[in-house]
Structure formats: structure tokens, C-alpha cells
């Protein structure tokens, strides 16, 4: 646990047997390992986080007070719960084994992938928000998402059922599975593949709209749209 001052150093190595609390503004360059064996972990940093190798059974919180969160070419990212707030963008697109996102914002872009199925816990917001889902589902048990653009692909279903706030979305899932996104206000699809399965669209207070572009367009076996106007 960190507390006293900040730690300033070109890189930090930390590994514990329960858990890792490094929750101060912290002056470092990079990471070359975090692990725990159980517990979680927190790391604050003032700029850029940039993460190396990362396991750690329970809940993984970073913080970039001006910066962006990121990982290095080639590394994983393995945790149990996933929680992130970056002033720019969080970009862990790695080989990671991520179960559920906790809270996750940032001030540009947040994009995360996952080899596994991936659940939604917790508040996501940023302008645009990817999230990847290698062979299993992304489904939504909490929080809400908040983005100009959302892009979602999963080997599996995709279930965001509770009232979103998404202007833009797009959605690619295995053959002869579901998707689904709940929103409260308007909503407008760009692309969206399904194949030979269904499509559910649903707006609580407003209107479900198709961006018509050149080369996309809403492929799946059934349709249903829902939308209050």
C-alpha cells in the first residue's frame, strides 16, 4: 500500500501475495509487471499509464490524471474486474482475459478486448467506446453506456438491455446469435451482422434509424425494432 508521497521512476515492477494499492499521483513512465495473487489493485498515475504484463484475480483500477491508459505490443492484461478513468483515451486491445467491466471514461475513446465473455457491471462513457469479445458473449447487468459512437463484436450474443445513451451503434456477432441494445433516447445503426439470427432495437423514449452508408447495412435473420416515437 502507498501512503505516503508520490513515487516518481522510469519504471515500477510490483508483484504481492494479496493485493496492491499504488493509489497516490504517481510520476512513472511505465510498468513492467503487476500481479497479485489474490486482492486487487489500484495504480494512479499523473500521465500516461502504460501497462506490461498484468494478473490479478479481483478488481484492476487504473487512473490517468492527464494521459492515456495503454499496453504494450504483445502483453496481457488478465483480470477479473476491469475499472479505468483517463483523461484521453484507454486502449487495452492486447491478448487479455477480462471477465467484467466495472466503470470505465475517458475524455476520447475507450476500446477493450477480451479473449473470453465479457459483462458489463458498471458506468461506460466516453466519445467512442469498442469493445471486443473474442469467443464469448458481452452481456450488460449494470450501469449504463454513454457514447457518440458504440462498436461491439463477441463470438457470442450481445445483450445491452438496460436504457443506454448511444447515438451511433454498430455490432458483429457469430452466426445464428442475438444482439440486442436498449436505449433511452433515439437510436441510429450503422452496421450491424448477425447472420441467419436476431437483431432487437429498442428505444424507450424516442425513434430506431439506419445511417445509410456505402457498403453497411443490417444483416441477420430477424429483425425487431421497438421505439416509443
Known amino acids: 500500500s502507498q501512503i505516503g508521497g508520490p513515487i516518481t521512476a522510469g519504471a515500477i515492477d510490483a508483484s504481492a501475495g494479496t493485493?496492491?494499492?499504488?493509489g497516490r499521483t504517481n510520476f512513472i513512465f511505465g510498468l513492467t509487471g503487476l500481479s497479485t495473487a489474490s486482492g486487487d489493485i489500484t495504480y494512479r498515475n499523473r500521465s500516461n499509464v502504460m501497462l506490461d504484463e498484468v494478473s490479478v484475480p479481483g478488481r484492476l483500477t487504473l487512473i490517468s490524471e492527464t494521459g492515456s491508459i495503454t499496453q504494450a505490443t504483445?502483453?496481457?492484461v488478465s483480470a477479473g474486474t476491469l475499472a479505468a478513468s483517463a483523461?484521453?483515451?484507454v486502449d487495452l486491445t492486447g491478448t487479455n482475459h477480462i471477465a467484467n467491466l466495472g466503470a470505465l471514461s475517458a475524455g476520447n475513446a475507450i476500446s477493450v478486448s477480451t479473449q473470453d465473455s465479457l459483462t458489463l457491471t458498471?458506468?461506460?462513457?466516453?466519445?467512442?467506446?469498442?469493445l471486443t469479445s473474442g469467443t464469448g458473449a458481452i452481456t450488460q447487468t449494470g450501469g449504463?453506456?454513454?457514447?457518440s459512437t458504440l462498436t461491439l463484436r463477441a463470438g457470442s450474443d450481445i445483450t445491452l438491455d438496460l436504457a443506454n445513451a448511444v447515438?451511433?451503434?454498430n455490432a458483429w456477432a457469430g452466426i445464428g446469435n442475438t444482439i440486442t441494445l436498449r436505449n433511452a433516447g433515439d437510436l441510429v445503426v450503422k452496421a450491424i451482422t448477425a447472420q441467419n439470427?436476431?437483431?432487437n432495437l429498442i428505444s424507450n423514449t424516442g425513434s430506431v434509424g439506419q445511417q445509410v452508408v456505402p457498403g453497411y447495412a443490417i444483416w441477420t435473420g430477424k429483425l425487431n425494432a421497438n421505439a416509443a416515437t
Open 87 to 89: 483523461a484521453d483515451a
Open 74 to 76: 504483445d502483453t496481457s
Open 197 to 199: 439470427g436476431v437483431v
Open 122 to 130: 458498471g458506468d461506460i462513457s466516453a466519445a467512442s467506446v469498442a
Open 19 to 22: 493485493a496492491i494499492d499504488l
Open 167 to 169: 447515438g451511433v451503434f
Open 144 to 147: 449504463t453506456v454513454t457514447a
